[in-house]
């Protein structure tokens, strides 16, 4: 399929850079600041707990995935163990929180959308449009 291959559409690399951004930034924009990070005083007591480490340990484990390697995505600094947190926390929201659900009441579609996304840059990792510049 030669007549796909136009200049720039044919780089990974620039695929990967919007890949990191896209999911990062929406996971920070719209997951982890308002929903979690602004929320913590209220949530702390009563956030899902589906490791049994306590509300709050999850609550903060959360935070740290959503926001922080949210913002290393997005940079490309540590890609990979950033995926990798952020794919757990997917994995752990999809499994348990949804009920491991892609319909209905507790559908768990968007966790598991954010899953492949985030395992693809696990696998394929920031490219070299990042801080780490993996090729």
């Not at 929320?39 to 509300?55: H, M, Q, V, W, Y």
């Not at 709050?56 to 540590?78: D, K, N, Q």
Request: with cysteine; hydrophobic share 50%; aromatic share 10%.
């Amino acid at each position: 399929m030669k007549f796909l291959k136009l200049g720039f559409l044919a780089n990974p690399e620039l695929g990967l850079l919007i890949l990191r951004g896209w999911l990062g930034l929406t996971m920070l924009i719209n997951h982890g600041i308002p929903s979690k990070l602004m929320k913590f005083n209220e949530l702390a007591g009563t956030f899902a707990d589906p490791l049994g480490i306590g509300s709050r340990a999850s609550l903060s484990l959360a935070i740290f995935s959503e926001v922080i390697c949210s913002i290393l995505l997005v940079i490309g600094l540590f890609t990979r163990l950033a995926a990798l947190s952020l794919a757990i926390t997917m994995s752990v929201a999809f499994l348990t929180v949804h009920q491991a659900s892609l319909t209905g009441s507790t559908s768990g579609e968007l966790a598991f959308i954010y899953l492949a996304g985030f395992l693809s840059l696990v696998f394929c990792g920031g490219g070299q449009y990042s801080v780490d510049g993996e090729d």
